[in-house]
């Protein structure tokens, strides 16, 4: 964000910020040692693995690092964490502005981010520590609606100063819903939500020779079943765990494919999944349709990660995954089973960054 007076703007960092993380995390542990946990004589050593480390997330726990920059200079930091042994909370840590920036504001937008962020994966409160002596982060506190939650902690062992837990509730109903009407257009396609009368396009596509082959689901038996498995779609769409998009030739409302995200463990991660019916095979609709439910997980979800899969032996789909820039991570020898048998598959994942830009990990 920019502000009309001290024009700061605030921003995800990459683990291509090391540097500049490293910085500013150094520089705040100088200028307030009494503010956290840790101390500069501590982290100054640390390798950069280790500063690389902190700006991603790692199994175990998700993290939102955050700078704030006035003239592309850093001159805050701030970072948000939630465990997934605890999903429901949010952490805030590391907060620091400099010393001669403070006062217009960037405190309070950086925590704002950190709200926004916790809330749309769907966290229920946020929670923090601050020692009882910093008076000016206190009130800051305070004024965004963080109460005292517990007993006064020691800042760090040895330290005879003490730090006051503090939590906010944050608003459940914030959680991500997209309305059902949602169209996305590209050049040739239009993608809309399911609509039982798509049947006819999966029930044809189904009874191609080895359509289903390389797909979890199995080939209907009858055309009833796929009234069912559309009705799923769209009560799945309404609890926001599932978005599948029928792909359709242009304005014509033709369909021809679908394309779906499933939601993870994760709030902020989604599986993406897609079929053209064979008719229109060769014409490069699958990325396309992909792409723009891609952007859509991006803009829309606040998607941090996609992954997705295909059948070893699936050249066609593993063609379109590495066409969208996914990256590969493994070969998993029981990726589904099909008639009782495991199916290997090749695994991928496409990370993005605040700016909406792919991370490249490679």
Known sequence: MKTGISNFEIRELTVGDWEIYKSIRLCSLKDSPDS?????EREVPFAECDWRSRLE??????????????????VGLASGLIWESEPKVAHVFQMWVAPEKRGQGIAKAMIENIIGWAEARGCESLALSVTTVNKAATNLYQASGFLPS???EPLREGSALAVQPMSK????????????ETVLET????LRSVNILDSDVVWEASRFDG??????????????????????????WLNGTDYVFTVCLGAADVPIGRVGLHQKDAADVWNIGFWIHPHHWGHGFAPEAARAVLDFALDRLKARKVVTSHAIWNKRS??????????????NPEG???????????????????????EDFR
């Open 211 to 236: 359509f289903n082959d390389g797909m979890v689901w199995d080939p209907p038996s009858c055309r009833e079943e796929l009234a069912e498995i559309a009705q799923r779609n769209i009560d799945s």
């Open 57 to 74: 997330s790692q199994p175990g726990h998700n993290v939102l690092p955050l700078v704030a920059e006035i003239e592309n200079e850093p």
């Open 336 to 358: 589904f089973w099909k008639s009782g048998r495991p199916v290997a598959e090749h695994e991928y994942e496409l990370r993005f960054s605040a700016n909406g830009e792919i």
């Open 150 to 152: 517990g007993s006064l």
């Open 318 to 331: 593993e063609a379109v995954i590495r066409r969208l820039g996914f990256d590969y991570v493994r070969e």
């Open 187 to 190: 050049r040739r396609l239009l």
């Open 169 to 180: 509730k944050l608003d459940r109903t914030a959680s991500i819903r997209i309305p059902f």
């Open 36 to 40: 956290f946990g840790s101390t500069y």
